[in-house]
Each structure stands twice: as C-alpha cells, then as structure tokens.
C-alpha cells in the first residue's frame, strides 16, 4: 500500500503566527498517523488579490502555479486556518481564488477541476478560548463549494499561544491524540482515495 502525501500549510504569511505552530504540529501528527507529509508556508506563495482584469492582462501569477503542482503531487491537504472578525483569513480565500481559476501545467486540468475530491482536513487556531472555531465553518464550506471532500473531523486549538510551542508540540496530551485523530482519519481517507 503506497502512503499518501500531504500538504500542509497555515491559513496566515506572519513570520510568529499561530497558525503555523499549529501547522507544525499538524504535520507531526501526520507522520505519526503513517502518512507521508510537506510542510510549506504560503509566504512563500504570494500573490496578488485574484482580479480577472489582471488576470486577463497579466496570467497567473507563477507561485499559484507552483502551488498548484505541489497540491498536484499530493494526496491530501490538511489547512490550519487563524479566524479574522469572526472567518478565515483574506490569504487563505485569495490563495484558493487563484487555484481554482488557472490551469495546473503540465496537464491541461483546471485548478478546480485539480481541488475536485482531494480529501482535506482543516484545524483552528486562536489566542481565545473558541481556538478559531467560528473560521472552519466558514473554511468547510469554501472547500466544500469546491468540490474537496472535507473530512468530519476537525481540532480548535484555543489559546494556541499557550497550547502549542514555538516548535509545533501541542502541550496538552488531549489535544495531542485530537490531533493525531485528525491526521489518522485524513491518511486514511488519502488511502482509500489513493487505491
């Protein structure tokens, strides 16, 4: 049985965000849970807020096609997403605006039709107590109306700033095996997905 490969990646580009502690600890939990998983940071990807005129004038910006073929050469996505005023991020909503709009080289598919039942977990962070709770419900459905297959299960990491070291380890033991559920039922969904 090939083990599936994950992407990962935080729902924020700030260098000390929440989010990517978490993210860290995501993607611990995701070799822990027997999966294969990359760790990038969308800083890494940026690009402009998806305008069609620019589009239209311009193309697609390269790091969206870049970004496209890493979520090509994996099997799964896994999300840690900040809540901002209540939802998930501009970045995370631009970042998705663009994917789903071009072309992946080197096949001529559609980032959406590429987004199109790739199985995708999605966990919260929050310096407050509901841990980003309120932005993956807005996120669930964004990946939803997609066309990704959202799994059930998700982890709010509330005071994320206490909860989860600079490096990525989640303190509480609890959380710990929440987490390493998340991942299980996501490499189990790759694998399924994959076979």
Known sequence: MTVPRILVFAGSARKDALSKRVARAAHAALLEAGGQATLIDLADYHAPLYNGDLEAAEGVP???TALLEQIAAHDGLLIASPEYNGSM???VVNTLDWCSRVFAPPAAVSG?????????????S????L???RALFHL???LGNLGMIVIPQQLAVGKSNEAVTPEGKLVDERQHQAMLGVAQALVAVATKLKS
């Open 62 to 64: 390269r790091v969206i």
């Open 89 to 91: 991020t501009p970045l």
């Open 112 to 124: 959406l039709a590429l987004l199109a039942n790739k199985p995708v977990a999605i966990v919260g």
């Open 126 to 129: 929050s310096p407050g107590a």
């Open 131 to 133: 841990g980003g709770l």
């Open 140 to 142: 669930r459905d964004l």
